[in-house]
């Protein structure tokens, strides 16, 4: 079974600050890591992907499977930053098809920037 | 980018009626998307994959014959609630993704569809 946990809930930082969201993962295979951000009243929306490799709005996020890890990571936070970040994973593509795609969520972390 | 849109935003019906969520991909072919429910304060959890032409594949602990899911286009799929009560009160979000596979493929999410069962 696969599994996310974004052990906090809630993180404040102020502007300027570093910041860094913790994911830690559980699956038997290969897996494909994401971070998705949901600005208020706003949609679902990835932010980046692990397989990319890409810098987005300034995050980066490293896999580790050594831990299993796939922390999100911004060295100075903004205060638009602020939003509900959800870490997900999914299994990779295979021929069958049959768990390509299927997400799995983490419960999220709010992030709150202070000016 | 691809948009997804959600019809309706938000639905109020009374207990013992029957539903129904579409979900459209505006912009691009789908022939996975997939459904989510999502509670107060809580992470998303997909209840189905929806393949185009196929029947649907869900998720344990979902009930088939209470949530109905139809991928009729390759820019339609339907959710229907059926003889919704009130512990069905949720916010529903689908996702679409786009084809390709592998590195090339990615989902874009709806705006969501609140339900209230009376």
């Known amino acids: 079974a696969q599994r996310v946990t974004q052990p906090e809930k809630l993180l404040s930082v102020f502007k300027g600050a570093p910041v860094e969201l913790k994911c830690n993962y559980s699956y038997s295979g290969s897996p494909e890591l994401f971070w998705y951000v949901q600005y208020s009243r706003q949609r679902l929306q990835l932010l980046l992907r692990?397989?990319s490799r890409e810098s987005i709005k300034g995050f980066t996020a490293d896999l580790n499977k050594g831990e299993t890890s796939f922390h999100l990571k911004k060295p100075f936070a903004q205060e638009e930053d602020s939003a509900m970040y959800y870490c997900?994973?999914?299994?990779?593509?295979?021929?069958?098809?049959?768990?390509?795609?299927?997400?799995?969520f983490g419960q999220g972390t709010i992030l709150t920037v202070h000016p | 980018g691809a948009v997804v849109s959600q019809h309706p935003s938000r639905v109020i019906c009374k207990s013992g009626t029957s539903v129904k969520i579409e979900c459209r991909s505006l912009?691009?072919?789908?022939?996975?998307m997939f459904w989510y429910r999502q509670f107060p304060k809580k992470s998303l959890m997909l209840m189905a994959t929806?393949?185009?032409?196929?029947?649907?594949?869900?998720e344990q602990g979902v009930e088939k014959d209470k949530f109905l899911i139809n991928h009729a286009s390759l820019t339609l799929s339907t959710l229907t609630v059926t003889s919704a009560h009130p512990e069905d009160s949720s916010f529903y979000i689908c996702?679409?993704?786009?084809?390709?596979?592998?590195?090339?493929?990615?989902?874009?999410f709806g705006p969501g569809t609140r339900l209230t069962v009376l």
């Open positions: 997900a994973l999914s299994g990779r593509y295979n021929a069958g098809g049959t768990s390509y795609g299927k997400l799995t």
């Open positions: 692990h397989i």
């Open positions: 996702s679409a993704m786009t084809a390709g596979g592998g590195l090339y493929s990615e989902q874009f």
């Open positions: 929806s393949n185009e032409g196929s029947k649907a594949t869900y």
């Open positions: 912009d691009f072919q789908a022939t996975t």
